[in-house]
């Protein structure tokens, strides 16, 4: 493998050469309870939308999950949504409604797999961050730290809160 051409400073919070652990302040005090968010999608078909343009455009029927987790002593399921989402590239898509789901179309910003791939994930996001504003709007204290999964890009609002990222890429 070549080297790495990544420049890197090591000098952020202290000099390198004095760097060591910092032992918290034993005043900080930790929050009583830590939530966990997280969200799972799934692609029920892929579909061809016929509207005003004469091509068919494409979309995605989906089913999308959020769920939030309590842990101050054991753990807790307390909030989870389910919805399904039609994701087209036509703007002039309806809903698809069936005796087992309805699909509401929700416009995708271009045809191509990663636009509604991209649309369906931040409609999944959207679906997590209501979850976690709901839960908090019912915690009168707000003591707790609230973890997401990645990172925090269009999630900054929310107090308290850390990214988790599991996953790394590299090119």
Request: net charge negative; with cysteine; charged share 20%.
């Amino acid at each position: 493998r070549p080297e790495s051409s990544a420049e890197l400073n090591l000098d952020l919070e202290v000099p390198a050469g004095q760097w060591r652990p910092i032992t918290p302040d034993p005043a900080l005090r930790l929050p009583d309870t830590v939530l966990f968010l997280d969200g799972v999608r799934r692609i029920d078909a892929r579909v061809w939308v016929h509207g005003a343009d004469p091509q068919p455009a494409p979309g995605l029927a989906a089913s999308f999950a959020a769920g939030l987790v309590s842990c101050n002593g054991s753990a807790r399921i307390q909030e989870v949504t389910v919805e399904r989402g039609l994701f087209p590239a036509a703007p002039d898509a309806a809903d698809i409604a069936t005796r087992q789901a309805r699909y509401p179309a929700r416009l995708a910003a271009g045809p191509g797999p990663d636009q509604l791939s991209l649309a369906l994930q931040q409609r999944l996001a959207d679906a997590e961050v209501q979850l976690a504003l709901l839960f908090r709007a019912g915690q009168p204290d707000g003591d707790d730290l609230l973890v997401v999964d990645g990172p925090l890009r269009g999630r900054t609002h929310l107090h308290r809160t850390v990214g988790y990222i599991k996953t790394h890429h590299t090119t």
